[in-house]
């Protein structure tokens, strides 16, 4: 493809020579004469000027290069475009493979692929266009929309309801039983049934082995467009806004209430009954057991605001030459007041 043509296909402003034959896209390090890459971060700014990339994807205003430019608002988005250019994932045919279990019941939209051993249970529901990989499992009554593509080993468990364009990675699981017990007069744990189903909007992919739990009662319910990572825990009876990330281990205990466009980041975990507000970032490994107000940046476990996490972190490193420095100073000073008053108390 020639370099005219991404330019108009991402919508990009083309500085260089448009008839340049390309080939791929690759990172700026790594990028060959004949590939694109981007820069969206100013601290690979300089790596631009020695790239052996055929062209880079740069903002309006970037310098200008010895290298031809794509220069676009956005340059990682079209950098992530431009992957779709020249990297296809494999296309599955329509049909139902000879050893799918199909329930009668069932309605399956057009232009379905049902692969190899996937079982499909009574009055599921599928719009058209859907993609199920083999050994993926919908109980009985699950619904989803169009174009849901569900990978190998994924399962919906019964009921539950899902958009348009859901996308469920390899060993997802969607309205397993919620952690709920009660303790018996006996002290024995007892199992609470766990009747609500799980609730996905449009556009939300779930990424390898996350954990999306059914509700006690109500609902478990995603919004549209939201990003569910690796290993992420949702408990039961949730409500996570729409365009929220939720990163790699992130954990939502039971009835946690996430907004809208909200990150929380790898390892973050938030206590059960937790309202977190609409743009909310939750740093790594942060620990959240209150409520957060929208707009709030927060670190650390107990939580915080960021930059008196940032401020209290530096204090921390200094601990060790601070308690020499406070030893010399006493050393000097004598005993603190404080501690000659309270030696010379009567006992």
Not at 266 to 294: F, K, M, R, W, Y
């Given at each position: 493809?020639?370099?005219?043509?991404?330019?108009?296909?991402?919508?990009?402003?083309?500085?260089?020579?448009?008839?340049?034959?390309?080939?791929?896209?690759?990172?700026?390090?790594?990028?060959?004469?004949?590939?694109?890459?981007?820069?969206?971060?100013?601290?690979?700014?300089?790596?631009?000027?020695?790239?052996?990339?055929?062209?880079?994807?740069?903002?309006?205003?970037?310098?200008?290069?010895?290298?031809?430019?794509?220069?676009?608002?956005?340059?990682?988005?079209?950098?992530?475009?431009?992957l779709?250019?020249?990297?296809?994932?494999?296309a599955?045919?329509?049909?139902?493979?000879?050893?799918?279990?199909?329930?009668?019941?069932?309605?399956?939209?057009?232009?379905?692929?049902?692969?190899?051993?996937?079982?499909?249970?009574?009055?599921?529901?599928?719009?058209?266009?859907?993609?199920?990989?083999?050994?993926?499992?919908?109980?009985?009554?699950?619904?989803?929309?169009?174009?849901?593509?569900?990978?190998?080993?994924?399962?919906?468990?019964?009921?539950?309801?899902?958009?348009?364009?859901?996308?469920l990675?390899?060993?997802?699981?969607?309205?397993a039983?919620?952690?709920?017990?009660?303790?018996?007069?006996a002290?024995?744990?007892?199992?609470?049934?766990?009747?609500?189903?799980?609730?996905?909007?449009?556009?939300?992919?779930?990424?390898?082995?996350a954990?999306?739990?059914?509700?006690?009662?109500?609902?478990?319910?995603?919004?549209?467009?939201?990003?569910?990572?690796?290993?992420?825990?949702?408990?039961?009876?949730?409500?996570?806004?729409?365009?929220?990330?939720?990163?790699?281990?992130?954990?939502?205990?039971?009835?946690?209430?996430?907004?809208?466009?909200?990150?929380?980041?790898?390892?973050?975990?938030?206590?059960?009954?937790?309202?977190?507000?609409?743009?909310?970032?939750?740093t790594a490994?942060?620990?959240?057991?209150?409520?957060?107000?929208?707009?709030?940046?927060?670190?650390?476990?107990?939580?915080?605001?960021n930059?008196?996490?940032?401020?209290?972190?530096?204090?921390?490193?200094?601990?060790?030459?601070?308690?020499?420095?406070?030893?010399?100073?006493?050393?000097?000073?004598?005993?603190?007041?404080?501690?000659?008053?309270?030696?010379?108390?009567?006992?």
């Amino acid at each position: 493809m020639q370099l005219g043509e991404v330019a108009t296909r991402l919508g990009a402003e083309l500085r260089g020579d448009a008839k340049l034959e390309i080939t791929g896209v690759r990172g700026i390090e790594e990028a060959g004469p004949s590939e694109i890459t981007f820069v969206a971060n100013p601290r690979y700014a300089g790596l631009a000027r020695t790239t052996q990339a055929a062209a880079v994807l740069v903002e309006p205003e970037f310098p200008e290069l010895s290298a031809a430019t794509l220069r676009i608002k956005n340059p990682y988005h079209a950098f992530s475009r431009a992957l779709g250019l020249f990297y296809q994932p494999p296309a599955y045919v329509p049909g139902i493979h000879p050893t799918a279990v199909v329930d009668p019941t069932a309605e399956i939209g057009e232009g379905a692929h049902i692969g190899a051993y996937v079982v499909v249970g009574p009055g599921v529901k599928l719009g058209p266009h859907a993609t199920l990989l083999p050994h993926v499992v919908l109980y009985p009554g699950v619904q989803a929309g169009s174009h849901f593509f569900a990978h190998a080993h994924a399962v919906v468990r019964e009921v539950c309801i899902l958009g348009d364009h859901v996308t469920l990675e390899n060993g997802v699981i969607i309205g397993a039983d919620g952690f709920g017990f009660s303790k018996n007069d006996a002290g024995q744990w007892e199992k609470i049934p766990q009747s609500g189903p799980v609730r996905i909007g449009d556009r939300v992919d779930v990424q390898a082995n996350a954990c999306i739990d059914r509700a006690t009662v109500g609902a478990t319910e995603i919004g549209s467009g939201t990003k569910v990572d690796n290993l992420v825990q949702v408990g039961h009876g949730s409500r996570v806004g729409e365009d929220t990330l939720l990163c790699a281990q992130a954990g939502l205990a039971g009835s946690s209430v996430v907004g809208s466009r909200a990150i929380l980041a790898g390892q973050t975990g938030v206590a059960g009954h937790c309202e977190i507000g609409d743009g909310v970032i939750l740093t790594a490994q942060s620990g959240v057991s209150h409520n957060v107000p929208a707009g709030k940046m927060i670190s650390g476990s107990p939580a915080f605001d960021n930059r008196t996490w940032l401020r209290a972190v530096t204090i921390f490193q200094r601990l060790p030459e601070l308690l020499k420095r406070l030893d010399r100073v006493e050393k000097t000073l004598g005993k603190r007041p404080e501690t000659a008053e309270t030696e010379a108390a009567p006992k």
